[in-house]
C-alpha cells in the first residue's frame, strides 16, 4: 500500500502558514467558518467548544488576544485578521461530571472550521505557544473551561508557496490491539 493515498481536495490543500496577508475577510464569511465549528460533533452533542477572537477590526480586543501568545508567534501571528484561542468545558451542562472528551471535541470543531476556511481561500494555523494563565486572566475565562489552542485565520501572503507536506506513516498512527501495525494500512 502506498504511504499516501488520495485525500479530498480541501484536506489536501489545508495548511498551517504563517505569512499572511492582513487583508479583511468578510464577515459572513467568517460566519460560515464558525458554523462549520458549531456543526462539529461532540460526546452527548455537548458542544463544549467556546472560541474568543477578534479581527483587526477590533483592534484593541485584538491586541488582548495576541499578547497572550509568546513573543515568537506574536511576530508572524499580527499580520492575520483573526486572532483568536479555543477553550473547553470541563464538565457536562446536563449533570456537571466532567467531561474529559471537552479539548477532543473542541479540536475537532477547530478542524471543521479549518476545512470550511479552507473552501473559502482561507488559511488557519493552530500554536500550542501561548499563555495559559495570561489568557485566562486577560480574557475572562470562567474556571469551568479549559484552554485549548490559540489560532490565527487570513488569507496567505502573496508569493508563499506550500511546502511538501510532511507526515508520519500511517503505520505508526493506526494499530491494533496489543499496539501492532493494523492490516488496514500496512501492505
Request: hydrophobic share 40%; aromatic share 12%; charged share 20%.
Amino acid at each position: 500500500m502506498p504511504d499516501t493515498q488520495p485525500l479530498h481536495e480541501l484536506l489536501a490543500q489545508r495548511w498551517s502558514p504563517r505569512d499572511y496577508d492582513p487583508r479583511a475577510i468578510d464577515p459572513a464569511v467568517l460566519r460560515s467558518l464558525f458554523e462549520a465549528a458549531r456543526s462539529s460533533f461532540s460526546c452527548f452533542n455537548e458542544q463544549p467548544w467556546r472560541f474568543v477572537v477578534a479581527t483587526k477590526a477590533e483592534p484593541e480586543d485584538y491586541a488582548l488576544i495576541l499578547d497572550t501568545l509568546v513573543p515568537f508567534n506574536q511576530n508572524w501571528a499580527k499580520n492575520a485578521w483573526l486572532v483568536g484561542l479555543s477553550f473547553g468545558k470541563k464538565t457536562f451542562a446536563k449533570n456537571g461530571n466532567p467531561n474529559r472528551y471537552n479539548l477532543h471535541d473542541t479540536g475537532a470543531a477547530l478542524a471543521d472550521l479549518a476545512v470550511q476556511a479552507t473552501a473559502h481561500g482561507l488559511y488557519v494555523h493552530g500554536m500550542g505557544g501561548y499563555d495559559a494563565e495570561k489568557a485566562r486572566t486577560t480574557l475572562g475565562i470562567p474556571e469551568d473551561y479549559e484552554v485549548g489552542c490559540a489560532f490565527t485565520i487570513g488569507y496567505l501572503a502573496d508569493g508563499i508557496e506550500m511546502p511538501p507536506r510532511q507526515r508520519n506513516p500511517l503505520t505508526d498512527q493506526f494499530l491494533r490491539p496489543g499496539w501492532t501495525t493494523s492490516p488496514l494500512v500496512s501492505d
